[in-house]
């Protein structure tokens, strides 16, 4: 079992940067492939970026891709998501989970932590 905690979000201006960290713990960090959840206002969530257990490999969804890079640092026990050039429709919670599997469904992760909140807005 693994927890997670998010920080990191809070409020950004369109076109700039935000980075968001997951610390994890209680068990073996690079054991697991780590995700990065948004839950936008009014719909579900929805995966952003996956990175595979060595941080060899990463994933995004199209509409992020170029301009968010997800992470790791087995070291650290921490997964990073920088988002560069944040758009409005960016906005939202953003949750990290811990999962056995290369994917970007949500139900594929068994562990999640509490969520950070991401507002962007000039």
């Known amino acids: 079992q693994v927890q997670l905690v998010e920080s990191g979000g809070g409020l950004v201006q369109p076109g700039r940067s935000l980075r968001l960290s997951c610390a994890a713990s209680?068990?073996?960090?690079?054991?697991?492939?780590m995700g990065w959840f948004l839950q936008a206002p009014g719909k579900e969530r929805e995966g952003v970026a996956y990175?595979?257990?060595?941080?060899?490999?990463?994933y995004y969804v199209n509409s992020m891709r170029g301009r968010f890079t997800i992470s790791r640092d087995n070291t650290k026990n921490t997964v990073f998501l920088q988002m560069n050039n944040v758009k409005p429709e960016d906005a939202g919670l953003y949750y990290c989970?811990?999962?056995?599997?290369?994917?970007?469904?949500?139900?594929?992760?068994?562990?999640w932590g509490q969520g950070t909140q991401v507002t962007v807005s000039a």
């Open positions: 989970a811990a999962g056995q599997n290369n994917a970007m469904s949500a139900a594929k992760y068994s562990y």
């Open positions: 209680g068990s073996t960090f690079e054991q697991y492939v």
């Open positions: 990175v595979t257990r060595n941080g060899a490999m990463t």
